[in-house]
């Protein structure tokens, strides 16, 4: 097993006890999201409410004392281990002192306090208030394991929606999509494949029930072939349930859009802003199905 055997699962997180974690001795910079500096308040405008694309220079060493906080001493070995830990999940052979992070350094290793050793709390909540507080273009994931890139709100919502609402199988391809594409790490094909594969797990069960070896073209070709028998919630012009022909131009968007069969000539990457667009019309895709959008007539 590895130096960290209990504690190297998302799952499997383990808190430090208050009194081996090393307190700052001036007071926490969180907690003041109503306040707005004076200059602000004579010129009669609200909070800066910019988000910035990564970290900004003034969030830089609030954050090191964020992670000092992290620290435990050495009195079980405690701080050995969570060294051990770091290095080992960073693939790095010395870490050195936050004072000396780096703005990748410093997100890596506040991901992987969040991954593999800190439980939902005080110092979590705190990390999410310096992080929304300072504008930053990363913020704590729903799952509370990790860092992930700021959206606009009602779009992670939507996805979460999607998510809660669908089959487990579905609700996981959905999951990694959303991680490899907001993660620390993107993963642009992985990404667009996983989006696809969450909208194959909710629709070849409805669409093509009785084909083992169903994709999301076995899809798109049945419910066009059978588009008589498919009706939609929503209603056309003349107020009858309009038919699939608009869905099935949305699966055809996200099977075409796809980059397949390596070796081909048209055989290539998926784009960041590829895989981003797949993924939230997957979780559009997923909630129509889920809650009966697509219907038998």
Request: contains cysteine; negative net charge.
């Amino acid at each position: 097993m590895g130096p960290d055997s209990d504690r190297a699962r998302p799952d499997c997180p383990v808190i430090l006890s208050p009194s081996h974690v090393r307190r700052r001795s001036v007071p926490a910079v969180t907690g003041i999201s109503a306040w707005v500096p004076l200059s602000r308040r004579v010129a009669g405008v609200g909070p800066d409410t910019t988000v910035h694309d990564g970290l900004p220079p003034y969030l830089h060493g609030v954050l090191q004392d964020w992670v000092n906080d992290c620290y435990p001493d050495d009195r079980y070995g405690e701080w050995t281990r969570l060294r051990n830990i770091l290095q080992y999940r960073l693939r790095i052979d010395d870490l050195p002192p936050p004072i000396k992070f780096t703005d990748e350094q410093l997100l890596d290793v506040i991901d992987a306090l969040l991954a593999h050793w800190l439980e939902p709390g005080h110092l979590v909540n705190e990390l999410n208030d310096l992080l929304t507080n300072g504008g930053a273009g990363w913020r704590i994931n729903a799952d509370q394991n990790g860092l992930e890139r700021r959206v606009e709100a009602t779009v992670t919502t939507a996805v979460v929606t999607a998510v809660r609402t669908t089959t487990s199988d579905t609700a996981d391809h959905l999951r990694i999509a959303w991680d490899a594409a907001y993660g620390r790490n993107p993963d642009p094909d992985k990404a667009y494949d996983e989006a696809v594969l969450a909208v194959e797990a909710i629709a070849c069960p409805l669409i093509c029930p009785n084909n083992p070896r169903r994709t999301l073209g076995t899809v798109i070709a049945d419910l066009s072939n059978q588009a008589a028998q498919w009706a939609m919630v929503i209603s056309d012009s003349s107020g009858q349930p309009a038919s699939p022909d608009r869905l099935i131009e949305m699966l055809k968007l996200l099977w075409q859009g796809q980059s397949r069969h390596a070796g081909s000539p048209n055989s290539r990457r998926q784009t960041q802003a590829e895989a981003e667009a797949a993924v939230h019309l997957a979780a559009t895709l997923v909630q129509w199905f889920s809650s009966g959008v697509l219907y038998r007539r």
